[in-house]
C-alpha cells in the first residue's frame, strides 16, 4: 500500500536537535509517499530512512500511481500546461500549506531570481 505522511512527531529524547536538521527531516517526510504494509511497516520504514523513532503519524492512503517526484513533476506540468486554473489551484493549496521558513526561503528565491517588484 502507498501512504502520503500528514503529520509525524519524532522521538528526540531531549536530544538538542538542530532546526535544519528538524526541517530536513520535515521536508523528507511530510507529504511524501511511503510504500508499506501497514501503519507498523510504515513507521519502520520511515525510522530506518530517517535514523529517528517516531512518537506520532498521521497519514492518508493513497493511490497515486505516481511514485516518485519526477513522475508526478512531469504529470502536473502536462497537465497545468492545458489548464492554467489548474497551475494557479496547485501553487495556491502548496504555498497555504508552507511553514513559516519556507515562506521565507520562497520569497528570497523569488527575489533574488526575478527581483523585488
Given amino acids: ?13 531531549d536530544e538538542d536537535i538542530h532546526t535544519a536538521e528538524y526541517n530536513r527531516l520535515m521536508d523528507e517526510t511530510i507529504g511524501q509517499i511511503w510504500e508499506a504494509d501497514d501503519e507498523e511497516d ?36 502536462e497537465k497545468c500546461m492545458e489548464s492554467p486554473e489548474l497551475l494557479a489551484a496547485i501553487i495556491n493549496k502548496y504555498v497555504s500549506a508552507m511553514s513559516d521558513n519556507r515562506l521565507i526561503e520562497l520569497e528570497d528565491f523569488l527575489s533574488n531570481n526575478f527581483g523585488d517588484e
Fill in 1 to 13: 500500500m502507498k501512504f502520503q505522511v500528514t503529520e509525524i512527531e519524532f522521538d528526540f529524547d
Fill in 42 to 77: 510504515l513507521v519502520e520504514e520511515i525510522t530506518c530512512a530517517t535514523g529517528w523513532c517516531i512518537k506520532s503519524i498521521d497519514y492518508r492512503h493513497t493511490d497515486l500511481r505516481y511514485s516518485t517526484g519526477d513522475e508526478l513533476e512531469e504529470f502536473l506540468l
